[in-house]
């Protein structure tokens, strides 16, 4: 969890909404991530795989730029995919050639959330594999997770499947593009799945917010509800995952 000032604000502020489509219900995410490095991290703590939020100091939560190292649960924070990341004039298939759409770029791009996908906290002495799959959405609009020159590790415009997913160098740090087609609210499930060298394998399912639109806020728990029902797009492949 969050650490410091941020941490009794969450758990006074965190709210509840309606589980959709079979998933079970979750806290709405109170702070915003706007800007700086961060990565969504996997750690083993306890016997136990853990989806994480890692921000490196100089991220910025809330307004506030941080001056160390912090980390948080996928569950209280959001992303903000500002208007500055938008791009015109660019067709991609594995975004439904959507004109415009709103990435966050795989670059460092001041102002913008630089956000990576990190197995460092993981050893090669305890694992010999990870990987990141997508196997639930919801928003108003296509998403996909794409590095340039490759094609997309991930994609909601052929539907959610086992080919959606990304392979984890242990130990490792990238950068990616996470784009979004159209402004609105959107969840993307995550199930993350690690070898462990002596053949277990563990794994651990969070949910992570992303807000693409200067203006878009969160709604309510009951109106979030409504439209993941009714006014938007809502996949989600069922798997059989435990921790054993």
């Known amino acids: 969890m969050l650490v410091g000032k941020w941490s009794g604000r969450l758990l006074l502020t965190s709210l509840t909404v309606a589980g959709l489509m079979g998933v079970s219900a979750q806290a709405t995410p109170t702070v915003e991530y706007s800007a700086g490095h961060a990565d969504i991290g996997l750690a083993y703590e306890s ?15 809330d307004g506030v730029t941080l ?3 912090d980390e948080a649960d996928p569950g209280e924070v959001y992303v903000r995919v500002a208007d500055s990341t938008q791009t015109t004039g660019t067709a991609l298939s594995f975004l439904g050639n959507a004109d415009p759409y709103w990435a966050l770029p795989q670059n460092n791009v001041a102002g913008q959330p630089f956000l990576g996908i990190a197995a460092e906290e993981l ?10 799959e997508m196997t639930g959405f919801s928003g108003p609009g296509q998403f ?17 499947s086992p080919s959606d997913t990304l392979p984890l160098v242990i130990g490792g740090h990238d950068h990616f593009n996470f784009g979004f087609t159209a402004e609105g609210v959107y969840q993307v499930t995550i199930t993350a799945t690690a070898e ?6 563990v794994t651990d399912t969070e949910t992570f917010w992303f807000v693409v639109g200067d203006n878009t806020v969160i709604p309510e728990p009951a109106s979030l509800a409504l439209l993941g029902l009714g006014g938007g797009l809502v996949l989600m492949r069922r798997r059989a995952s435990s921790k054993r």
Request: no cysteine; net charge negative.
């Open 67 to 69: 001056v160390s190292e």
């Open 123 to 132: 050893s090669g002495s305890e694992f010999s594999s990870a990987s990141l």
């Open 47 to 61: 016997g136990e795989l853990e989806l994480h939020y890692h921000f490196g100091a100089g991220a910025v939560l």
């Open 144 to 160: 996909a997770l794409w590095q340039w020159p490759n094609s997309a590790f991930m994609q909601t415009v052929d539907g959610i």
């Open 196 to 201: 462990l060298t002596g053949g277990s394998t």
